[in-house]
């Protein structure tokens, strides 16, 4: 059997399988651009594989920069391409996937063609599952803007071919079961097929559609495994195009069988009820019906809404915040009943609400009324034992200018307090009506926590100059835990940098005395700072200076220019890669001129402050060429598509690399207002180095201010080139950001009054998922804070940095890491970490600020048994996904070096790599993007927060001086 995909780029991939243990086959491409393509085989595996396995690849026409993830790869033509197993994935479970993605170049050929074996058996494989899309016209279009294993997220965009009037639903649909979905624009309805269909509906203000327009929605969902789901779209009432956009699901979605939900004796709620309805569709070239399940609930009698004063109260609910059109809500809930394979809760309001996020737990079902929602455990606390509490954070849309609904949370299987936390709703409503999927048991085992001591400095030129102080001492094996007195600090008091390290907590700060605090840090934070700036040095492009001390670096891209000639050498490489994206880089540069202003000190200790200067100059440098003229701002130069399809040194690139302009045509509110946060925070941090320099600085910050406000827009949306890799999600974030940079570097007020403005506006006191290049709100709320010291600021601040604590909104691997994403995790914990040392400075949950940077930067440099930083610690990275240092000192370097066994011939030191899955589990693998890639971005808030940690020593050093 074949099955064959045609590419938007023109090539066609034929696969003729064999294979041992496998049941069927799925091909498809993520991405493809001229000449080359990215493809991904999954094949679900029948019966259990051990001791590895063997797949091999034909291509008619040669292929050559193959990458592949997830396996090792040979060839000797280009042709063929022999894939054997990782070590991590040589057995394979009966019931399991294996996913193989690809990268390759064809030249341009057309007609290229495949044949895959696997372990040399054949299997059929089912009908063609990506038709053609080009005979027919497409009104919609899909996009995986950001595939990443567990979560992914996508976009759907349609042209209204007739228009509808006063409300319309939708269909989106799933190859797989996709939970926990997050949607903007559009509220969900109901959910159907185990989590692989979504009705959805308009939102107030988008009810009306009309012939022409163009739909938009995002949305964010939970799906498993390494590749995003294909997913279909389908809007009521449109012209059809089944056979253009359904190819994965089709038109006919026929309903699943019903099933009875269980009631008790008290119930008269009945939640998510499947009942099959005809839905006429208005195809002109089908007329079948599409059913589809409506989840139904009963009305609640008047008479169910109890007193709630006088009976012991299991669950506390609290409304924490509200803005226009939202409002966020937390549930504790005391466990009285242990819960041992997974449970399921009722979120009843006492009004509709139109759209829900939720930490801490799942969506599984809504009511027709949208005010009784159904959910499940996550993964990560399907356990609930008896005296415990569950805490969850939601965030409700409600109609604007409405205030807030009272709303119950009733957990199942637990004793009966109906009449105290269900007074919004009534009590009378069942336990539980859905089964939740059986949750899959791990096996953790405790890393080791013990500490080692750094490994000494690189051999000269890199070896750093060692300053004698009189503090240096032998380094503990533990953490000094101090007993603390009574006593809580308030978020508005300002109170000395000093603090004490004990465990972990999430109770309120303790103000300590300045002796509490050990005297000897347990790393060396001046070493790690010194190997993180080595890793900037790294990065440059550009004409090095005579005194590079990155050895194997020369100079590069020297060709670098804008459409009219400018000058745009210079800058830093992003990652592994040689693409130069304005954005991450302009937020590095922001975080760490932040890092140099308010911890100067640790840098004088280090000997690195004249080293730092340089660094962040280098990346300033290179803006103020980008600024072009008046509302002209170059954010982007080389090409993501064609740089990745190449491996080698960037001093020996030939392909093109176009140069990307914002004007007001083509605006970019989000890189520009970054850019010039970037520049007014380096102002601040040069103004007693060079203060000409600084002025510099500044004067390009004011003069770019005005273009990012008055021409507003995605720069993503203006770049296509950029949206496969650095998607913006807006820019309300960055103007303010922007405007309190340059409120702090000039106290203009007018800035500090749009800043606060534009924080207000766009709901900017919630609670930020986390604190990165595309996500400015925590360090908005800190940097207000910092220049106003209003207490509204501190507040969201410290919701942020508690939300961090284990058992809150972010989970932990078992050695103790804050694992946001499994795509660089160490990046968002660093990030946080850093947040967290400056509201500790500040004093704004004084010691669960620093215990938090504390334990998650000790984690990176080896409390866990390992180092994640290249060149420093026990047992570090030492193939990091990083092209120049891959390359041998001398000789070709290409593809095959990417696939090299052994440790990279350069050690690029001071990179902080992605880091390790849930269960604290890291491959040391060059092929491994995932846990092995860096990025300017990685290293940014973890080099600013060892600077603040360091600071902190420095203090209770000076302070045990002084008693």
């Given at each position: 059997?074949?099955?064959?995909?045609?590419?938007?780029?023109?090539?066609?991939l034929?696969?003729?399988?064999c294979?041992?243990?496998?049941?069927?086959?799925?091909?498809?491409?993520?991405?493809?651009?001229?000449?080359?393509?990215?493809?991904?085989?999954?094949i679900?595996?029948?019966?259990?594989?051990?001791?590895?396995?063997?797949?091999?690849?034909?291509?008619?026409?040669?292929?050559?920069?193959?990458?592949?993830?997830?396996?090792?790869?040979?060839?000797?033509?280009?042709?063929?391409?022999?894939?054997?197993?990782?070590?991590?994935?040589?057995?394979?479970?009966?019931?399991?996937v294996?996913?193989?993605?690809?990268?390759?170049?064809?030249?341009?050929s057309?007609?290229?063609?495949g044949?895959?074996?696997?372990?040399?058996?054949?299997?059929?494989?089912?009908?063609?599952?990506v038709?053609?899309?080009?005979?027919?016209?497409?009104?919609?279009?899909?996009?995986?803007?950001?595939?990443?294993?567990?979560?992914?997220?996508?976009?759907?965009?349609?042209?209204?071919?007739?228009?509808?009037?006063?409300?319309?639903?939708?269909?989106?649909?799933?190859?797989?079961?996709?939970?926990?979905?997050?949607?903007?624009?559009?509220?969900?309805?109901?959910?159907?097929?185990?989590?692989?269909?979504?009705?959805?509906?308009?939102?107030?203000?988008?009810?009306?559609?009309?012939?022409?327009?163009?739909?938009?929605?995002?949305?964010?969902?939970?799906?498993?495994?390494?590749?995003?789901?294909?997913?279909?779209?389908?809007?009521?009432?449109?012209?059809?195009?089944?056979?253009?956009?359904?190819?994965?699901?089709?038109?006919?979605?026929?309903?699943?069988?019903?099933?009875?939900?269980?009631?008790?004796?008290?119930?008269?709620?009945?939640?998510?009820?499947?009942?099959?309805?005809?839905?006429?569709?208005?195809?002109?070239?089908?007329?079948?019906?599409?059913?589809?399940?409506?989840?139904?609930?009963?009305?609640?009698?008047?008479?169910?809404?109890?007193?709630?004063?006088?009976?012991?109260?299991?669950?506390?609910?609290?409304?924490?915040?509200?803005?226009?059109?939202?409002?966020?809500?937390?549930?504790?809930?005391k466990?009285?009943?242990?819960?041992?394979?997974?449970?399921?809760?009722?979120?009843?309001?006492?009004?509709?609400?139109?759209?829900?996020?939720?930490?801490?737990?799942?969506?599984?079902?809504?009511?027709?009324?949208?005010?009784?929602?159904?959910?499940?455990?996550?993964?990560?606390?399907?356990?609930?034992?008896?005296?415990?509490?569950?805490?969850?954070?939601?965030?409700?849309?409600?109609?604007?200018?409405?205030?807030?609904?009272?709303?119950s949370?009733?957990?199942?299987?637990?004793?009966?307090?109906?009449?105290?936390?269900?007074?919004?709703?009534?009590?009378?409503?069942?336990?539980?009506?859905?089964?939740?999927?059986?949750?899959?048991?791990?096996?953790?085992?405790?890393?080791?926590?013990?500490?080692?001591?750094?490994?000494?400095?690189?051999?000269?030129?890199?070896?750093?100059?060692?300053?004698?102080?009189?503090?240096?001492?032998?380094?503990?094996?533990?953490?000094?835990?101090?007993?603390?007195?009574?006593?809580?600090?308030?978020?508005?008091?300002?109170?000395?940098?000093?603090?004490?390290?004990?465990?972990?907590?999430?109770?309120?700060?303790?103000i300590?005395?300045?002796?509490?605090?050990?005297?000897?840090?347990?790393?060396?934070?001046?070493?790690?700072?010194?190997?993180?700036i080595?890793?900037?040095?790294?990065?440059?492009?550009?004409?090095?200076?005579?005194?590079?001390?990155?050895?194997?670096?020369?100079d590069?891209?020297?060709?670098?220019?804008?459409?009219?000639?400018?000058?745009?050498?210079?800058?830093?490489?992003?990652?592994?890669?040689?693409?130069?994206?304005?954005?991450?880089?302009?937020?590095?540069?922001?975080?760490?001129?932040?890092?140099?202003?308010?911890?100067?000190?640790?840098?004088?200790?280090?000997?690195?402050?004249?080293?730092?200067?340089?660094?962040?100059?280098?990346?300033?440098?290179?803006?103020?060429?980008?600024?072009?003229?008046?509302?002209?701002?170059?954010?982007?130069?080389?090409?993501?598509?064609?740089?990745?399809?190449?491996w080698?040194?960037?001093?020996?690139?030939?392909?093109?690399?176009?140069?990307?302009?914002?004007?007001?045509?083509?605006?970019?509110?989000?890189v520009?207002?970054?850019?010039?946060?970037?520049?007014?925070?380096?102002?601040?941090?040069?103004?007693?180095?060079?203060?000409?320099?600084?002025?510099?600085?500044?004067?390009?910050?004011?003069?770019?201010?005005?273009?990012?406000?008055?021409?507003?827009?995605?720069?993503?949306?203006?770049?296509?080139?950029?949206?496969?890799?650095?998607?913006?999600?807006?820019?309300?974030?960055?103007l303010?950001?922007?405007?309190?940079?340059?409120?702090?570097?000039?106290?203009?007020?007018?800035?500090?009054?749009?800043?606060?403005?534009?924080?207000?506006?766009?709901?900017?006191?919630?609670?930020?998922?986390a604190?990165?290049?595309?996500?400015?709100?925590?360090?908005?709320?800190m940097?207000?804070?910092?220049?106003?010291?209003?207490?509204?600021?501190?507040?969201?601040?410290?919701?942020?940095?508690?939300?961090?604590?284990?058992?809150?909104?972010?989970?932990?691997?078992?050695?103790?890491?804050?694992?946001?994403?499994?795509?660089?995790?160490?990046?968002?914990?660093?990030?946080?970490?850093?947040?967290?040392?400056i509201?500790?400075?500040?004093?704004?949950s004084?010691?669960?600020?620093?215990?938090?940077?504390?334990?998650?930067?000790?984690?990176?440099?080896?409390?866990?048994?390992?180092?994640?930083?290249?060149?420093?610690?026990?047992?570090?990275?030492?193939?990091?996904?990083?092209?120049?240092?891959?390359?041998?000192?001398?000789?070709?370097?290409?593809?095959?070096?990417?696939?090299?066994?052994?440790?990279?011939?350069?050690?690029?030191?001071?990179?902080?790599?992605?880091?390790?899955?849930?269960?604290?589990?890291?491959?040391?693998?060059?092929?491994?993007?995932?846990?092995?890639?860096?990025a300017?971005?990685?290293?940014?808030?973890?080099?600013?927060?060892?600077?603040?940690?360091?600071?902190?020593?420095?203090?209770?050093?000076?302070?045990?001086?002084?008693?």
């Open positions: 059997m074949k099955t064959s995909a045609k590419l938007s780029g023109g090539f066609i034929v696969l003729s399988l294979f041992t243990g496998a049941s069927s086959l799925s091909t498809r491409v993520i991405q493809s651009w001229p000449g080359g393509f990215k493809g991904v085989v999954s679900p595996i029948s019966a259990r594989i051990q001791g590895g396995w063997t797949m091999e690849i034909t291509f008619r026409k040669r292929v050559t920069n193959f990458q592949v993830w997830r396996a090792n790869a040979v060839t000797s033509d280009n042709k063929v391409y022999t894939l054997t197993n990782k070590p991590w994935n040589a057995d394979l479970n009966d019931g399991s294996l996913e193989i993605e690809f990268l390759g170049n064809t030249g341009g057309r007609g290229a063609t044949r895959v074996t696997f372990n040399g058996e054949e299997i059929a494989t089912p009908p063609p599952t038709l053609d899309v080009e005979t027919c016209s497409a009104f919609t279009t899909l996009e995986v803007v950001d595939g990443r294993p567990a979560y992914f997220r996508g976009r759907v965009s349609v042209k209204v071919t007739k228009s509808l009037n006063n409300g319309w639903t939708a269909l989106l649909s799933f190859s797989r079961p996709v939970r926990n979905l997050q949607i903007w624009t559009a509220t969900v309805l109901g959910i159907e097929r185990n989590s692989k269909i979504y009705r959805l509906g308009n939102m107030q203000w988008n009810a009306n559609l009309q012939e022409g327009d163009i739909y938009v929605t995002e949305f964010l969902g939970e799906a498993g495994g390494s590749v995003a789901p294909e997913f279909s779209f389908r809007l009521e009432d449109q012209l059809d195009e089944c056979d253009c956009t359904e190819a994965y699901l089709g038109c006919s979605l026929a309903p699943e069988p019903t099933t009875d939900v269980p009631t008790t004796q008290k119930a008269t709620t009945t939640l998510a009820v499947p009942t099959t309805t005809e839905v006429a569709s208005s195809s002109t070239r089908a007329s079948s019906t599409s059913p589809t399940t409506v989840y139904q609930v009963q009305t609640l009698p008047p008479d169910t809404v109890v007193d709630v004063e006088n009976c012991t109260i299991h669950t506390r609910r609290e409304t924490l915040e509200q803005w226009d059109g939202f409002f966020r809500g937390r549930v504790t809930t466990v009285t009943n242990s819960l041992l394979n997974g449970w399921t809760a009722l979120l009843s309001f006492s009004e509709p609400v139109t759209s829900l996020q939720l930490w801490r737990a799942r969506l599984v079902a809504i009511d027709s009324s949208s005010q009784v929602y159904l959910i499940e455990n996550e993964s990560f606390n399907s356990q609930l034992m008896e005296g415990e509490e569950y805490e969850a954070t939601f965030i409700a849309g409600i109609a604007p200018g409405s205030d807030a609904p009272e709303f949370f009733r957990l199942a299987d637990q004793l009966e307090e109906c009449s105290c936390d269900l007074a919004a709703t009534g009590c009378t409503v069942a336990t539980s009506t859905l089964s939740p999927e059986e949750p899959k048991s791990t096996s953790m085992e405790t890393s080791p926590s013990s500490r080692v001591t750094s490994t000494s400095s690189p051999q000269d030129p890199t070896s750093r100059t060692s300053v004698a102080t009189e503090e240096s001492s032998s380094v503990p094996t533990s953490a000094p835990v101090s007993s603390l007195e009574p006593g809580t600090a308030t978020s508005m008091t300002r109170l000395p940098y000093t603090t004490a390290l004990r465990k972990l907590t999430t109770d309120e700060p303790s300590v005395s300045t002796t509490s605090m050990p005297v000897d840090a347990p790393y060396d934070y001046a070493e790690v700072l010194h190997l993180s080595l890793f900037y040095e790294a990065q440059r492009s550009g004409d090095l200076p005579p005194d590079n001390r990155i050895p194997y670096r020369g590069s891209a020297l060709g670098d220019q804008g459409l009219n000639g400018e000058d745009l050498t210079g800058g830093w490489y992003d990652a592994g890669d040689h693409v130069k994206f304005g954005f991450p880089m302009a937020w590095t540069a922001t975080t760490l001129a932040w890092g140099l202003i308010e911890f100067k000190d640790a840098y004088q200790r280090a000997n690195e402050l004249e080293n730092m200067y340089d660094s962040l100059k280098w990346a300033t440098d290179y803006f103020l060429k980008c600024h072009a003229g008046k509302n002209k701002f170059y954010a982007q130069v080389g090409d993501g598509f064609v740089d990745h399809g190449n080698g040194r960037p001093e020996e690139m030939t392909v093109s690399r176009p140069a990307f302009l914002l004007d007001q045509t083509k605006p970019g509110s989000d520009v207002g970054e850019t010039v946060a970037a520049l007014a925070a380096a102002s601040i941090a040069f103004k007693d180095k060079d203060a000409n320099y600084a002025d510099e600085l500044l004067l390009n910050a004011k003069l770019l201010f005005p273009f990012a406000v008055a021409f507003q827009g995605k720069y993503s949306d203006s770049i296509p080139n950029a949206a496969s890799f650095y998607r913006s999600s807006g820019y309300q974030d960055e303010a950001w922007a405007s309190a940079w340059l409120y702090r570097a000039t106290n203009d007020v007018s800035y500090l009054t749009f800043a606060e403005q534009t924080y207000s506006d766009n709901g900017m006191g919630g609670l930020p998922w604190y990165s290049w595309d996500d400015k709100m925590a360090g908005v709320q940097l207000l804070y910092q220049v106003t010291a209003k207490s509204t600021y501190s507040s969201a601040v410290e919701r942020f940095i508690h939300s961090w604590l284990p058992n809150n909104q972010v989970a932990y691997t078992p050695g103790g890491l804050a694992w946001r994403d499994q795509w660089g995790p160490n990046r968002y914990a660093a990030n946080t970490a850093f947040i967290a040392t509201a500790a400075k500040e004093g704004i004084l010691s669960t600020s620093f215990n938090l940077a504390l334990s998650q930067i000790n984690y990176m440099l080896g409390d866990n048994g390992r180092s994640f930083v290249v060149g420093f610690g026990n047992n570090p990275p030492d193939r990091p996904h990083h092209r120049s240092s891959s390359c041998p000192s001398s000789g070709p370097c290409d593809s095959n070096n990417l696939h090299a066994s052994g440790p990279n011939p350069q050690v690029l030191y001071g990179a902080l790599v992605g880091g390790p899955d849930q269960n604290d589990v890291f491959t040391n693998d060059r092929t491994d993007y995932i846990t092995n890639e860096v300017c971005d990685y290293n940014a808030g973890f080099q600013s927060a060892v600077a603040g940690l360091l600071h902190f020593f420095i203090e209770a050093q000076s302070a045990a001086r002084e008693t």
